[in-house]
């Protein structure tokens, strides 16, 4: 399945998103594209098998929400609550937008690798930015293929 096209997604998509959160740059922003096409092939919005992620970055409602109650509504952190809440539409419940509404799920998955205390990879090498995905985004224990995603990030650094 062809899913959407990684070059428009990286420029006019999660870069605009990432700038305007504060959060953006080469390297993260080759990461969250990276992290899209890994997830979900730019494709799919729902989790395939009938699991509970969601849109293009395949994020859970829990890890959605645990970002919102255990982050965003603290002090330091509500720079970013601003942002995400201009970022919302008003007919649809804040993880429900994670299919329908790309710059705020692009956003959210910044925020997912925003808490992580661990630097950003130093550069956008396509192994490094797999293996931070690997660990900090999916988990160790996750499906994630740490060698298989690596061609997904590099086609998010050579667009």
């Not at 998509?13 to 922003?29: K, S």
């Not at 098998?49 to 919102?68: K, N, R, S, V």
């Not at 970013?80 to 790309?102: H, K, T, W, Y």
């Amino acid at each position: 399945m062809s899913g959407i096209d990684a070059g428009q997604l990286k420029h006019l998509v999660v870069a605009p998103a990432l700038a305007a959160l504060g959060l953006d740059g080469d390297v993260a922003v080759n990461l969250v594209t990276g992290t899209a096409l890994a997830e979900s092939r730019g494709a799919y919005v729902r989790q395939l098998g009938g699991g509970p992620a969601l849109g293009l970055w395949q994020m859970e409602p829990a890890t959605h929400d645990d970002c919102w109650v255990n982050f965003l509504c603290y002090p330091a952190a509500r720079r970013f609550e601003r942002i995400l809440q201009g970022m919302l539409s008003p007919d649809l419940p804040r993880s429900a937008q994670l299919v329908s509404n790309l710059r705020y799920a692009s956003a959210m998955a910044r925020i997912r690798y925003y808490r992580v205390s661990a630097p950003l990879p130093a550069t956008s090498d396509p192994v490094a930015l797999s293996h931070f995905h690997k660990q900090y985004y999916n988990t160790a224990a996750g499906a994630a293929d740490l060698t298989g995603n690596i061609p997904f990030f590099r086609q998010a650094v050579l667009v």
